[in-house]
């Protein structure tokens, strides 16, 4: 599968990361070993629980197996586990649906990875960890589709095609508010897919990474139709996400600040999504 990501050209260039330092608290709380294993207000005492969802795509996660810690989001999780000081026998992984996770209320898991895009509308129900990545939205779909070809959002639009995005998902604000249709809503990237697949839809709007996967992989006769501008609802960049006030989300927050600063995150991004160009710009 290497090899297949090797081949998918994704753009680095969308993936700038935020740079966000960390307060002074939150370097004493290390100084102090407040963000450790034996003193971390875990779900489970010792042991980090990381969610993700069911299924999880590559590139984010290679055969569906975070365990592994193969692919971008699973080597994340897993280099901010180490930087709190747990090994990789102290992880424990479980599945959320992407609405599920995101909505208000406890949390069975210590953080959710699963490109979450930081707005500030779901930060009044969840904590967010700084960014480990940002990206645009694309559009997915297949030869022959009535979309194929468009060059910008005028003529997308007035093809007046089928698009679908997952629920509670920035896809599902791209196509609301930048390409100003009425999405079709599916409980999940997967079902998105299916429908997709089925010619139920014309096009499905993701996050670029996870559109050079589809398109190569899941999709029969694939095709990007286009990637979007980052609206200035999606310039947050994607984080770990967490309980609202979770005691945790400092520690959490620096160890991502600490592995981007570190290098890396670059390096986890290198490995996992390869850097070229791609995707053409619908404006």
């Known amino acids: 599968m290497k090899k297949l990501l090797k081949l998918v050209p994704i753009l680095i260039a969308t993936l700038v990361l935020a740079s966000c330092s960390s307060s002074d608290e939150n370097n004493s709380a290390t100084g ?10 875990t779900v489970e005492a010792g042991v980090l629980t990381i969610a993700t969802g069911e299924p999880a795509y590559e590139p984010w996660v290679l055969n ?30 479980i599945r959320t649906t992407f609405d599920g996770a995101i909505a208000p209320g406890p949390k069975k898991f210590d953080f959710n990875i699963q490109q979450y895009s930081i707005t500030a509308e779901r930060a009044k129900v969840v904590d967010f960890s700084s960014p ?15 979309i194929e070809g468009v060059a910008s959002i005028s003529d997308l639009k007035a093809k007046n095609p ?14 609301e508010n930048q390409l100003g249709l009425k999405p079709q809503v599916f409980n999940d990237n997967a079902a998105a897919v299916a429908a997709l697949k089925n010619g139920q839809i014309d096009g499905l709007v993701v996050d670029l ?10 999709v029969p006769n694939g095709i990007i139709v286009g990637q979007l501008e980052n609206s200035a609802d999606n310039d947050g960049g994607a984080g770990l996400l967490l309980a609202k006030d ?33 995707a053409p710009f619908l404006n």
């Open 64 to 93: 569906d197996a975070p365990e592994s810690g193969e692919g971008f989001e699973a080597a994340v999780a897993y280099a901010v586990a180490e930087q709190l000081g747990y090994s990789n026998s102290q992880v424990k992984w």
């Open 32 to 41: 102090s070993g407040e963000c450790t294993p034996d003193s971390l207000a």
């Open 162 to 175: 089928k698009l679908g995005a997952a629920v509670a998902s920035t896809s599902l604000d791209a196509i």
């Open 246 to 278: 979770s005691p945790i989300t400092s520690c959490v927050t620096q160890a991502v600040d600490t592995i981007r600063d570190n290098g890396t995150l670059a390096s986890i991004t290198e490995q996992w999504l390869a850097a070229s160009a791609g």
């Open 209 to 218: 990474p996870t559109a050079f996967y589809l398109s190569a992989v899941e």
């Open 132 to 146: 480990y990545y940002k990206s645009n939205q694309s559009i997915v779909s297949y030869k022959g589709s009535k």
